[in-house]
C-alpha cells in the first residue's frame, strides 16, 4: 500500500511539473544555439534600435558594447554589407546583442625572442 501511494505521489508530481512548465516557443527554436551570430548585416534600423543578421532582427542598447577592428563604435556606424560577429542573449522574445564586432584586428605579435 505504501508503494502505491509513492508511485501515485510521484506521478501528481511529474503531471503538475507538466502542466506548469512553459514548452520552448517557437521564437525560442529559432533563437541562435551558440549565442554568436556571424554573417553580413542586411538592414540597420536606427530609429528602432536593431540590426538585422543572418536572418535575426537582433535588438542594441546602451550596453552595447560595438567595435569597429577594436576601436569603439556606435549602432550609426553600422552599414549593410559589412561582416560582423554579434554576441547575443534571449531576453523573452526578443534577440538582444551584448557585442558587436565588425572589422578586422590585427593579431599581436608574440614579443620576439633575446638572443643569448
Request: charged letters at 25%; proline letters at 5%.
Amino acid at each position: 500500500m505504501r508503494s502505491l501511494t509513492r508511485s501515485l505521489l510521484a506521478l501528481a508530481l511529474a503531471t503538475a511539473f507538466s502542466l506548469f512548465t512553459p514548452d520552448a516557443s517557437a521564437a525560442d527554436k529559432k533563437a541562435p544555439k551558440d549565442n554568436s551570430l556571424h554573417g553580413k548585416i542586411t538592414a540597420v534600423n536606427k530609429e528602432a534600435k536593431t540590426l538585422t543578421l543572418a536572418g535575426y532582427t537582433v535588438n542594441v542598447d546602451d550596453t552595447t558594447e560595438i567595435s569597429n577592428s577594436g576601436k569603439p563604435g556606435k549602432l550609426e556606424d553600422l552599414k549593410p554589407g559589412t561582416e560582423a560577429t554579434v554576441t547575443t542573449f534571449k531576453l523573452g522574445e526578443k534577440v538582444m546583442a551584448v557585442k558587436i564586432k565588425t572589422g578586422a584586428v590585427a593579431p599581436t605579435a608574440a614579443p620576439a625572442k633575446k638572443k643569448k
